[in-house]
């Protein structure tokens, strides 16, 4: 089985090949370029030095969110056009479940977190437990106040990761009641192996979508849907008052 993985949910953009149980090539991503600079040219390296024919692969999977709007639509119209190209199907995977992979293994409680702006993080809590994955709270936006609220009632330690590490730590060191550690730096962001190695799980399971079919997931809406809802209430507020 081969699977060609791609995230570019947040700052980093990385993309990899995966042969059964082998990562044959990584290349990640995280400075200061958009997603649309370097994606298709990682792309086109990595299909270089290994001599690949993009037909051989079975499937490309996918982060399909939640993550940077602007970086979902180019991860999902990059492959979009890939699986229509080479018709081939789309494995769409969580960005926070993907994440999670990272510290495959780990004893405790995993907890991605991503930056959501606006006072909130996209979150989920994991475990794997006997060799097994397990998720204890799926993905979602939540407050930093509410996901420790939470955590506090379980039993630790706790793994943080992700891009909101450094941005909540203080909060985190603030509120939290339980034993907690931060990931390393080779663990900490989004990483294309980790997610083509979910990505396998769920291609033999048959969770797999038509490449036309695929959509991001975004769990919120974006700003400007955000600014349009509150434009709409407050232009109806002043017909009410009319």
Not at 37 to 47: A, D, G, S, Y
Not at 60 to 77: E, Q, Y
Not at 95 to 109: C, E, H
Not at 145 to 167: K, R, S, Y
Request: with cysteine.
């Amino acid at each position: 089985m081969k699977i060609l993985a791609i995230d570019s949910s947040g700052l980093v953009a990385s993309v990899a090949l995966l042969a059964d149980d082998v990562v044959v090539a990584e290349y990640s991503v995280n400075n200061k370029m958009t997603h649309s600079q370097t994606l298709v040219p990682m792309l086109n390296e990595i299909k270089k030095m290994l001599d690949l024919d993009l037909t051989s692969i079975d499937a490309i999977a996918v982060a399909k969110g939640p993550g940077s709007f602007t970086g979902l639509r180019i991860g999902s119209a990059t492959v979009k056009g890939m699986g229509l190209a080479l018709e081939k199907p789309v494995i769409p995977v969580g960005t926070v479940d993907a994440l999670s992979f990272n510290a495959w293994g780990y004893a405790g409680l995993i907890c991605p977190i991503m930056d959501a702006r606006r006072e909130q993080v996209y979150t989920g809590i994991y475990r794997f437990r006997n060799g097994q994955w397990e998720i204890l709270k799926e993905q979602c936006a939540i407050s930093v106040a509410e996901l420790t609220d939470i955590l506090n009632q379980m039993e630790g330690p706790v793994l943080f990761l992700g891009d909101g590490c450094p941005v909540y730590r203080d909060r985190l060191n603030e509120r939290m009641q339980i034993p907690f550690s931060f990931a390393p730096a080779h663990m900490n962001r989004q990483r294309a192996a980790s997610l083509g190695v979910l990505a396998m799980e769920y291609y033999k399971q048959g969770i797999t979508e038509t490449a036309d079919a695929h959509r991001p997931e975004y769990l919120r809406k974006s700003q400007a849907e955000r600014e349009a809802a509150k434009k709409e209430v407050a232009e109806d507020g002043a017909h009410d008052g009319i």
